[in-house]
């Protein structure tokens, strides 16, 4: 899709260490995780809304 291979990901991981040091590292894929299970979340949630939203209509007509 991207396009990214091996050479990249390694340019992003010496960049993202000069960015945020060995010892943030950590703290910053914590919270980089915690985001995107947040955001699965959120999707599941607003899936299960709108199913609801369907059985209520269907049962209004």
């Given amino acids: 899709m991207f396009g990214l291979g091996t050479q990249e990901l390694i340019i992003i991981l010496i960049l993202v260490l000069i960015v945020f040091g060995a010892g943030k590292l950590p703290q910053v894929g ?12 959120g999707m599941k949630d607003d899936d299960a809304e709108g199913k609801k939203r369907e059985v209520e209509e269907k049962k209004d007509e």
């Fill in 30 to 41: 914590s919270a980089l995780g915690k985001g995107l299970r947040n955001f699965k979340q």
